[in-house]
C-alpha cells in the first residue's frame, strides 16, 4: 500500500504490486486477501491504481469502522509511539491539544466519504461494513473476519494476542518528554529505539495500568459531533437506521 501513495516507508526489497500481482496469476487460488489499514487513506486515484493492478479480478470490499473517538486517540497513540510527526500529527501535542487544534483535514474517521470513495469503483454491493462493537461482531475481529470468509471451523488457526501492544499513560507522555528534550537531531532508527525501549520498560512494570483514555466528554461530543452527519447518511444507506 505505500507504493501506491509514494510513501517514505515504502520499500521494494518487501515487494511490489507487480510481483503480488505476478504471483496471483501463478496461483490456482480463487480467492485472495488484501488487506492494510493504508487503504483507507487512499484517494480515488489510488484505488484507480489499486483496481488497475489486481485487473481482471472480482473486488470485494470488506470494511471494519470503529467509534471515531477511540480511532483517533489510537492515531494519536500511534504517532507518540513512533515518535513521528506525520500530516495534521504533532506528536509531542496531548491528545487534548491535538484534538481542540486540529482542523481534521486528515481523512481519518470520515467513514462516509471513505465508502463514498471505494464505492465508486467496485459498487455497493461489493461492500460489507462492520461497526466495531462487541454487540455487531463476532467473539473478536480475527474471527468475524474468519466468518466473512464463510469459515466455520476456527480450529486451524493461531488467535495472536498483544499483536499491538499500547503502554500506559505514563508510557506515552515519557516518550513525549524524552523526545522534546533532545536538542539534536537524530536518525529515525535511534529515535525508533529509544520508543521501544521505554514501551518495553513501561510494559513490564505498569502492566496492572488500566488502557489508556484520554477522552473527556468534552472531547467526545467534539470528535462524534463532527462526524455526526456522515455517519447518520453512512448508517441510512447501509444499514437503514440512524446510528452506526
Known amino acids: 500500500a505505500w507504493e501506491l501513495l509514494s510513501d517514505p516507508k515504502f520499500n521494494i526489497l518487501n ?5 503480488l500481482t505476478e504471483e496471483m496469476a501463478g496461483s490456482n487460488c480463487h480467492s485472495f486477501i488484501i488487506s492494510s489499514e493504508v487503504f483507507s487513506l487512499f484517494d480515488e486515484e489510488q484505488i484507480r491504481k ?32 513512533s515518535g513521528t510527526d506525520r500530516k495534521g500529527f504533532n506528536f509531542r501535542n496531548s491528545f487534548s491539544e491535538w484534538v481542540t487544534s486540529n482542523t481534521f483535514t486528515s481523512s481519518h474517521g470520515d467513514f462516509y466519504s471513505l465508502y463514498q470513495r471505494w464505492k465508486s469503483f467496485v459498487g455497493m454491493q461489493n461492500i460489507l461494513i462492520h461497526v466495531l ?48 528534550k533532545i536538542q539534536h537531531p537524530i536518525s529515525p532508527s535511534m529515535k525508533k529505539r529509544l520508543c521501544d ?9 505498569n502492566s496492572g495500568d488500566e488502557k489508556i483514555n484520554f477522552i473527556t466528554e468534552y472531547l467526545y461530543n467534539k470528535i462524534m459531533n463532527r462526524y455526526s452527519d456522515g455517519n447518520k447518511k453512512l448508517s441510512l444507506e447501509c444499514f437503514c437506521r440512524e446510528e452506526l
Open 197 to 205: 525501549s521505554i514501551i518495553v520498560y513501561d510494559l513490564a512494570n
Open 133 to 180: 462493537e462487541k454487540s455487531q461482531i463476532q467473539e473478536n475481529l480475527f474471527l468475524d473476519f474468519l466468518s466473512i470468509c464463510e469459515i466455520a471451523d476456527f480450529s486451524g488457526y493461531k488467535l495472536l494476542t498483544n499483536a499491538n501492544v499500547s503502554p500506559s499513560g505514563k508510557g506515552l507522555v515519557t516518550i513525549q518528554k524524552l523526545l522534546d
Open 15 to 19: 515487494g511490489t504490486w507487480l510481483k
Open 50 to 81: 489499486l483496481i488497475s493492478f489486481i485487473g481482471d479480478c472480482n473486488v470485494f470490499v470488506v470494511m471494519y469502522l470503529r467509534r471515531q473517538d477511540k480511532l483517533l486517540q489510537s492515531v494519536w497513540s500511534q504517532s507518540v509511539k
